[in-house]
């Protein structure tokens, strides 16, 4: 929270003014920095993945094979699967490769490409509409309690807000299963997919896009809302709010583009709050994404497995903070 | 449970209720009530996997009872699980063993052809075998036939010979000896014709579609479609199940069956004798070497408490026997019960140092596994044997327990062979001695059991070896867990076999 609060101090320091085509290559420059600096840091990422799975107990050797095989079986099984070879070999191996999009091959003989392909596109259709909801909610309720605050709306969405965010989505989930499927009916309680491997009707997303979005909704709320208070002290807001211009325009008009960068920063963060959630959410209802193929692999100590999820969802969320890093560039440069 | 039970009566109509208790007699072909077995409509039925798991591979390791539920629809194994013989034919119909017990000559059934129509042959059954063998775990899985002893004779005979004697080859070839048209590619594997009941219309992803195989050599299959649903959880099964979502919820577990017990629209199916959860005592070395100290243990353990507890009730009382679900099981042993005066003598006559405290490992594979450790430690506790319960996780367990520790649970899922269990884990130096036990006496019969060709004597045999296994091996088994499906009412024919002949789904038919 005090990180997104400096924020918009910040945006109100205004740069010197610079050509339009130095100000786009100084731009193009920041974000091959970022970028490298991004890529740099999922190397690491997958580094550490690496070397947790091996601190785990037992191996992918051990975890997939049968319990009718014996020692010298299983010692098979790992000479196999490579696991008889140093971690730090096999990480080299394996990230080398990436650059080519060769996943590894998972500790049942399956191609990770070929493992990740369906479930991909379903976790992006479960996280991006919970994204989407989550924005739109957000900045709804925000701009609503900002508009009289410490009204009787501002002080109930405060609260609500913070409750929504204490509840994790397991919480979430299991209330909406009863009260929306097992109480009343209306919705199907677990996700069935058809010969296309997609949920077979759309009602089989609302429950878990809910159980994502309740959450995350409460925690931008918060940033939204705290973000426009911070606007609504600035000069030019102030000067807005003087000038008898409606509350609807002051909000939308001077407070909003100023509070971006910090809403922006907010929501980029939550991506990374979604994926994480899926995994207990997808489990739950039956939902066929990444999140329940790393909940399996985790168990099977499946490193290459493990490793090409966590390079995915690194890849999402790098885009997605690239993107907020982008408005926050924007919002600036627009000020300049 | 009366309820539940007398459900399952209605529902199993031809079966006796000696077939519903203990799994002998009856036939799963018999007619169920209800009327007779209606043709036609698709049966939704949801079964336990995780996408990480996904195996298309008849002969690969299926760690999805989903795909090896689709496998087994799609493909027929030489024999498969019965009823009253614990081992039926299947894509073969006949299997006769020499004199010595060591070459065994299966017949491919009559009309048995593969889905695309040509006829299977003994050649395709060979290389099916051999490629099996061939697989990391074939050892295992075809234990003391090489590839080479996998031999064609003629167009409808295959020959096996065993390394050595083995009376009970044919219970072997029940679970994972599918049958795929010769030369087979790997790549084609998935979508290779097999010649069960059911053809595959299409799979995706864990879940399935099947539909009837009309010209199928078992007989006649009633259901026109069979979907199946993957599930990761049972807990996303059983929500299914109370929606309406599938048919039926397959080993779904006791906490659904729980769930759906005050559930009218919902039938609970239990299958006796599905999982053994024994405690492994070491017998080679440490505190538990004495017989004595062994036969306390049995004899400290409240086994009725431990079955409604730990298992909710789905489940039977059991008497350190393994293999409960055989017929040949020997019902006359005299049930052990518990004794904590004969118990404390025991372990006072045994020097048994009460003193100290003993660690029972476990883990939390299967439901209810952690449980009995722990209600078990607080049983001993009343004759004031300390015991602490230590979970370990899977991996770890296998690595440094399992086979090696002194006290540790674990659990079996084919226990309709008494045969199956004194080879695999009772005899002197068998590969999965869990208990690292050596009895003279009992490796005699073993042995007698496995070369006697005689029904009688053979059966004097086996009940000798029961009643060695009862007195002193290292097993404390004091119950078994059902397997428990979920059914709506419309569903007839389902499979009562435990573990894997819940996917024999032939017979299964929808009433209007």
């Given amino acids: 929270m005090t990180e997104t609060g400096t924020r918009p101090a910040e945006a109100a320091v205004r740069p010197v003014p610079k050509p339009a085509a130095r100000r786009a290559g100084a731009l193009a420059a920041r974000a091959a920095a970022v970028l490298a600096k991004r890529v740099l840091m999922l190397v690491v990422l997958l580094a550490l993945v690496f070397a947790a799975i091996e601190l785990l107990p037992g191996d992918a050797a051990t975890a997939t094979s049968e319990r009718g095989e014996g020692a010298a079986g299983v010692a098979a099984r790992r000479r196999l699967l490579g696991l008889d070879r140093p971690v730090w070999e096999r990480f080299w191996d394996w990230i080398t490769a990436l650059p080519t999009g060769d996943l590894g091959t998972s500790a049942r003989g399956e191609r990770v490409g070929d493992l990740l392909a369906a479930p991909l596109p379903n976790t992006v259709l479960l996280g991006g509409t919970a994204f989407v909801l989550t924005v739109l909610g957000a900045l709804a309720l925000g701009a609503w309690a900002a ?190 | 449970m009366d309820f539940t039970r007398r459900q399952l009566l209605a529902a199993g109509g031809g079966l006796g209720a000696s077939a519903l208790l203990s799994a002998c007699g009856g036939d799963g072909a018999a007619p169920a009530a209800g009327g007779s077995p209606r043709q036609g409509g698709t049966l939704r039925i949801g079964a336990l996997g995780r996408p990480s798991a996904i195996t298309r591979d008849p002969h690969g390791t299926q760690g999805n009872e989903s795909d090896y539920l689709v496998i087994a629809l799609v493909y027929d194994t030489l024999t498969a699980p019965g009823d009253k013989d614990n081992t039926v034919g299947r894509l073969a119909s006949a299997f006769t063993p020499s004199k010595d017990l060591r070459t065994w000559r299966f017949t491919v059934a009559e009309g048995a052809a593969f889905h695309d129509g040509t006829p299977v042959t003994a050649n395709d059954v060979v290389w099916s075998l051999r490629r099996l063998r061939g697989t990391p775990s ?120 729980r769930t759906a ?114 209600l078990f430690a607080s049983q001993a506790r009343e004759a004031g044997v300390r015991i602490e319960v230590v979970k370990q996780e899977s991996g770890a367990f296998y690595q440094k327990t399992w086979l090696k520790g002194d006290f540790y649970t674990n659990y079996w899922g084919t226990n309709d062979s008494v045969v199956f269990f004194a080879s695999k884990t009772l005899t002197t130096g068998a590969g999965q001695n869990e208990a690292d036990w050596s009895d003279t006496a009992f490796d005699a019969a073993y042995r007698k059991v496995m070369a006697t060709a005689d029904r009688a004597a053979r059966a004097a045999a086996l009940r000798d070896l029961q009643r060695i296994e009862h007195e002193r091996s290292g097993y404390l088994l004091w119950g078994m867990a059902d397997g428990i499906d979920l059914a709506a009412p419309k569903v007839h024919g389902l499979p009562k076999l435990p573990g894997y002949g819940r996917v024999q789904l032939e017979n299964v038919w929808l009433a209007p």
């Fill in chain 1, 147 to 336: 508009a009289r605050p410490k009204g009787l709306v501002d002080r109930a969405v405060d609260l609500t807000s913070t409750a929504a965010f204490a509840l994790p989505e397991f919480v979430v989930a299991v209330g909406l299963l009863l009260v929306l499927s097992l109480w009343t009916g209306w919705l199907p309680a677990a996700t069935v997919t058809g010969a296309d491997g997609a949920p077979a009707t759309w009602t089989m997303l609302v429950m878990p896009v809910l159980a994502l979005t309740v959450p995350q909704t409460g925690w931008n709320t918060r940033i939204v809302r705290g973000a426009l208070a911070d606007q609504a002290a600035t000069p030019h807001v102030e000067a807005a709010r003087l000038d008898g211009l409606t509350t609807r325009q002051v909000l939308l008009r001077h407070a909003l583009p100023g509070a971006w960068p910090a809403i922006a920063t907010g929501v980029a963060t939550s991506t990374g709050m979604l994926l994480g959630g899926t995994v207990v959410v997808e489990t739950l209802f039956n939902h066929p994404g990444i999140g329940t193929v790393l909940a399996g692999a985790v168990a099977d100590r499946d490193t290459p497995v493990i490793a090409a999820v966590v390079a995915c969802s690194a890849a999402l969320i790098t885009v997605v903070l690239l993107l907020a890093d982008l408005v926050r560039a924007r919002t600036l440069g627009a000020r300049s």
């Fill in chain 2, 138 to 257: 074939g050892a295992a899985r075809l234990p003391g036939v090489t590839a080479d002893h996998i031999t064609a004779d003629g167009k409808r005979t295959v020959v096996l010979v065993s390394d050595y004697p083995n009376a009970e080859l044919p219970l072997l070839t029940r679970l994972s000896t599918f049958v795929l048209k010769k030369g087979t590619a790997g790549k084609d594997i998935p979508e290779a014709p097999g010649t069960g009941p059911f053809k595959l219309d299409w799979y995706r992803d864990g879940n399935a579609r099947l539909v009837r195989n009309a010209d199928w050599h078992g007989g006649a299959v009633h259901l026109d479609a069979v979907e199946v649903t993957m599930f990761q959880s049972p807990q996303a099964m059983s929500n299914a199940m109370l929606s309406g979502q599938i048919d039926v919820a397959s080993n779904v577990g006791a906490v659904a069956a």
């Fill in chain 2, 261 to 374: 017990k005050a559930r009218r629209d919902i039938r609970i199916v239990r299958r006796p004798d599905d999982m053994a959860m024994p405690i492994v005592m070491r017998t080679s070395s440490g505190p538990f070497a004495d017989p004595k100290v062994r036969e306390a243990m049995k004899l400290l353990v409240d086994r009725e408490a431990m079955v409604a507890q730990v298992l909710s009730g789905y489940g039977t009382v059991a008497n350190d026997i393994l293999g409960t679900g055989d017929p040949a099981y020997a019902k006359d042993i005299p049930q052990r019960k518990r004794d904590l005066a004969r118990a404390e003598r025991l372990l006072t006559d045994a020097g048994f140092d009460f003193s100290r405290t003993y660690q029972l490992v476990t883990t939390e594979d299967v439901a209810g596994l952690a449980e009995s450790a722990t």
